[in-house]
């Protein structure tokens, strides 16, 4: 057998996820932590990150790396109190880089946070009725639900997610004694990960539960998709997919983003012991030796989808049932006022990349702390990235707007703006290669010059970038996707389709600014020509033969053109 | 004699301007003193006295004793000091020299002559170390002084409110004790040194032994020596100059930082120093505010004045004195105090803009002092090469922008390849204690950091053995941290044992080094009650205060003493050696 990965002895000595990250808060002379409770930190919802942009001066300087840490919340679907968000954006403010970050898994991050600042920060998200447990790290990830309040059913799915988020939660008591009370688990009070083991997952576990047509969570990306089949008003029970997930490695073929297959249909009150059934045979299944290739994807290709489903049925002491109809239409939100129910109507509101920042003309950051400050209703993040004002009365209607509208809120973007979505990317992630938040904007208004020269501007069509392979964005589910290689270089991912059902294929390696709109722009042209009716960007390009459509992961290296095969 | 029967003199205009304004503000004591001055200038600056003190010489007359008195923060009461002795024994005394620190009022040598030269320190305060003396001086069992024969000579800053304060306290407490004044007072801005030396060779007079040939020649004070006031150096003791070159300039402070700290390290061949010394230099001005001066003055074309107010004029400090002697020079009204908050001379000349003489202008200025700044390195770590850690001073009043004077000539204006004089200023009050072995807390925020790293680095040299405790502030953790790696591999090595680190903007609340010290109250008694020995360096006026003030309430909440006997604890700790500041 090969040699566990180091983070696996990492977590087995952890002591439950403590290590001595205590003793390095203490350090006050270091911005970091040491490198293997930076790994720990992370079960925590806390990454040691560093200000890249600064890497070149620090050293001159005689100054260790810009460490600051990311804190990420995990709210299951997303939904937070008006008094929450306030919470955040002070905290933010005063702990953080003055900017909330919305992410594509519904929540927040903040960015920038000090180590002198962790603990208040974390203190001040515990006080706000909130947490950052299990946000990263080997364990199940922040759940994520379909947004949309004007679905009689979204009360359900909303509470599935936090059910299935407290139930596969850790049990380990660190987060509290490090970082809020300091008080240690007393001896002979036990703390046992029944579910989880002492060494918690092989990598990340990721949940997303979909409502029909919309599709905004990208139930294929996920290890366990769920999908909510609403029959006559009521919610019936779910579609269950397996093995989804987007992240790959340039230059590794043996590496790539997936969609979960579809494996049978559960009711609301098997939701649960589906949800831990399919997370234990990832624990006892999964990859402990190479990290890359330790998602449920891959055991599922390796292990084959009958031997997972047997095991499954054998662990449920079931089979489930077979899966009903659904039909998803779109994969990015809707834009807009939304009327619901009971006189209550929604704003949902484009946050470009997720930043909650003042930025000139359009004062996002002080614009949503006035609205929250009137509003009586809920703010629920959404996966790509938006704010819903939920829940506005009708009598309230009428101020949310005049806020809105004083704060250049209410003015929507272009339709392609709009469908796109970054990763955080530099200055502050780890792992990018490339600019992708920072870049994409104008990318956007490059392209958008295109879309209206050729008539296109009332076509929705998604893209997204990510500045690594790992897929934060989930590009490799967009019509165009660029993800980052090295500094100012894009590989151009083409097909995926516009409700997320089906992967991308890379049409282009390594393309500057000018290569992408040169490349993307006859495409335009084309489409803007010769589309069908309804037709979709991404089918036209497949209809057209620009690129072969992808029918599975595993055949997403595949089928390239013959230049870039290589 | 009338003032107006000057004019029947042989002065020009304008001495006799300087001349009658002196005399129409002079107290009789004054007066009486100057006459007294005159003659001895008068006959010791004539061939004959001037032959008579070097033939007769001095070798045999008995020597009269005398007691030379210094109250000294920076050095310069000291200066001033031992350059009176030199003069007091050439004019035939027998003098001692005794710093207050070291002395007390009912030690001082008994019945001899007392020259007491005291500086005021920040707000009106006696220099540290000088406190103890000071206390017991004032206090109503001060032993009394009935007979003895004494002068005050008092240095100051007119930039602050209560200027000399101390000399003056000292003058008016002598007296009151029953000494006997021989002069009067005398109160000194930054351009002491030519009253000093008129002081001390007046004083010195007036002491003199009356003998029945009475002759001022006795007086035996060497005024040829006297230099011009053009020659002005400081004082007699003028230590060596260096030529430097700047060889490296390193802004250590990140691009984002809301300061701006920079690390210079110097050329200065032959220069030999102690961690806690000083590098003195003459900074010139701004050519930009110069410029403006100038222009606001009518003076724009004048190149002679304009190099005297680059390199030798304060054109930046603004006083009350200056109001009044502006006011003067162009028949207004007097500003009132309240316009010298946040203002420079420049905002002077502009609220009621006069075209002025150069002789006019620079009768407002004080001269431009040498600025100190201390030595970031040690002579071992960075042999002839001694590293300064300059903070940019550069703010915003009354809308325009300000900049230090001699922080910008250093970090932005003086040319790296233009050798530039720099003296050193031994620190003697602020060394390292000689046993390797002892305990020392060192709190340095911002650019107080210098010295300390230059005592880590000898400690480190030496492999010295005593612990070490560093409190460092600035604003931010990730912009502002000086030395960041070195203090981390030195914590890592052990040559430092604990560094407490405030950084006031990182959070909602401020946090300064006061803040980490009361919070480390507990271990900061064990150490002193270990022997260890406190420094401070950096900004006198909010930090070294709130540093005492804290340092107070440690010590009286430890003994669970009054705030008295924590202040008693304190000044012994200056007179012992363990309380050590260099704050400016």
Redo the contacts between chains.
Sequence with gaps: MPPLSRNETIKAESRLLRGTIADGLAA????AIAEDDAQLTKFHGIYLQD?RD?RP??A?????K???FMARLRVPGGVLTPAQWLAMERLAR??ANGTLRLTTRQTIQLHGV????LR?AIQGIHAGLLDTIAACGDVNRNVIASPIPTSPIHPEVLAAARAISAHLLPKSRAWHEIFIDGTPVTPGEEEEEKILGRTYLPRKFKIALAIPPFNDVDVFAHDLGLVAIEEEGRLAGYDVLAGGGMGMTHGEPDTFPRTGDLIGFCTPDQLLAVAEAVVTIQHDWGDRADRKHARLKYTIERRGLDTFRSELAHRLGLSLAPPRPYNFTRSGDPSGWLDGENGLSHFLLFVENGRIADRPGRALLTGLSAIAAAHDGRFILTPNQNLLIADISFSQRPRIAELLSRHNLEAPPSLLRRNAMACVALPTCGLALAESERYLPTLITALEQTIASLDLASEEITIRMTGCPNGCARPYLAEIGLVGVRPGIYNLYLGGAFDGMRLSKLYRRELTHDGILAALAPLFASYASSRLANERFADFVIRNGVIRPTTSGKNFHEDLLPDLAA | MPPSALRATPFAEDQLALIERLLSEATPDQLHWLSGYLAGFQAASSPRARSATSASGVATAPRAPLTILYATESGNAEALARAARKEATRAGFAPTLLDMADTTPATLPAATPLLVIASTWGEGDPPSRALSFYAALLAPDAPRLDGRRFAVFALGDRAYANFCATGRALDARLAELGAERVAPLVECDLDYAAPARAWTAATLAALAPTTEESDPAVIRVDFARLPSAESDDGDAATPASFEATITER???????STSETW?LELDAAGLAWEPGDSLAFAPRNDPALVDAVLATAGLASDETLRAALTERHDITTLTTPGLAAYAALTNTTMLPASFLEGRQLIDLLESSPARLTAADLTSLLRPLPPRLYSIASAPEFSPGSPHLLVSAVRWQSHGRARLGVASLDLIARRSSSEPFPVTLRPNPHFRLPADPSRPIIMIGPGSGLAPFRAFLQRREAVGAHGKTWLFFGARN???D????????DW?ASGVLAR???A?SR???EKIYVQHRLWESRAEIRRWLDEGAVLYICGDAKAMACDVHATLLRIISDATGTGADSAAAWLRTAVADGRYKRDIY
Excluded: C, V, W
């Design positions: 006050a002379a270091t911005g200000d600064l001066e620090r001159k300087k005689r100054m260790e810009a460490y600051m005063e702990r000090i180590k002198s600042n208040p | 390193l802004l250590l402070s990140s691009s984002r690390h953790f990730t912009h941290f000086s030395y960041q790696l070195e203090l981390q914590l560094l407490s680190l950084f990182d959070q909602p």
